[in-house]
């Protein structure tokens, strides 16, 4: 750590319960508005990569009612995709700490999620950390949506879930990156996976 820095904060939402409830409000409604806004795109663009797994495909009507059924090519789509995302996703937090610091990051798992931590004992700007944070987010939907336009059209439906999870998935990451932006530009953070600490200047602020 540099020298003149000390502890202000830890960042810890596992043991935040509103930082856990806003994560899942958040998660799902990213989650819901980009599965409906890739939806129009590939309706606009290749719209028969769609066929067969619309809502409305979804539906049939009888004479005792409408029935729902869910295509278990819609599933197996589903599954590779959030398979991709869980994976990709450390992946790329791993690759911008291992930029910023030039050491290999660690990755773990939280239960039955993997996590990835920045490599012990660096201590990167705030700066840093909001560019890790985010980039999941910006590079894999930066990827994801023009190849969207050129894979088979079989491979469309998991691009359109893998992009959506992932946005999803990005909404701990966003909480955390509002969080960080409460601080100066000079604090300094330090990063197991799970929590967050955060250094300042002694006498800042």
């Known amino acids: ?8 904060a830890v960042l810890d939402p596992l043991k935040n319960w509103k930082y856990a ?28 990569a769609l066929a067969g797994i619309r809502l409305s495909d979804m539906l049939t009507t009888t004479a005792t009612g409408t029935l729902f059924s869910l295509p278990f090519i819609l599933i197996r789509d589903f599954v590779i995709a959030l398979i991709l995302v869980l994976i990709i996703h450390e992946l790329v937090h791993g690759l911008f700490y291992w930029g ?3 050491r290999r990051p660690r990755f773990g798992l939280q239960g039955l999620a993997p996590y990835t931590a ?9 700066n840093q950390v909001l560019v890790v944070g985010l980039a999941p987010l910006v590079l894999l939907t930066l990827v994801g949506v023009p190849l969207m336009l050129v894979v088979p059209m079989l491979l469309v439906p998991i691009l359109l879930f893998f992009v959506a999870l992932n946005a999803g998935g990005s909404a701990m990451d966003l909480l955390m990156v509002i969080s960080l932006l409460s601080f100066s530009a000079d604090t300094v953070m330090e990063d197991n996976g799970v929590k967050s600490i955060v250094y300042g200047l002694d006498g800042a602020g």
Do not use: C, D, E, K
């Not at 920045?118 to 705030?126: D, K, L």
């Open 100 to 102: 910023f610091s030039g």
């Open 1 to 8: 750590m540099p020298p003149g820095y000390s502890q202000q």
């Open 118 to 126: 920045a490599p012990p004992g660096v201590y990167f700007s705030r």
């Open 21 to 48: 409830v806003a994560a899942v409000l958040t998660g799902s409604a990213l989650l819901v508005v980009t599965i409906w806004l890739l939806t129009q795109f590939i309706t606009t663009f290749r719209p028969a």
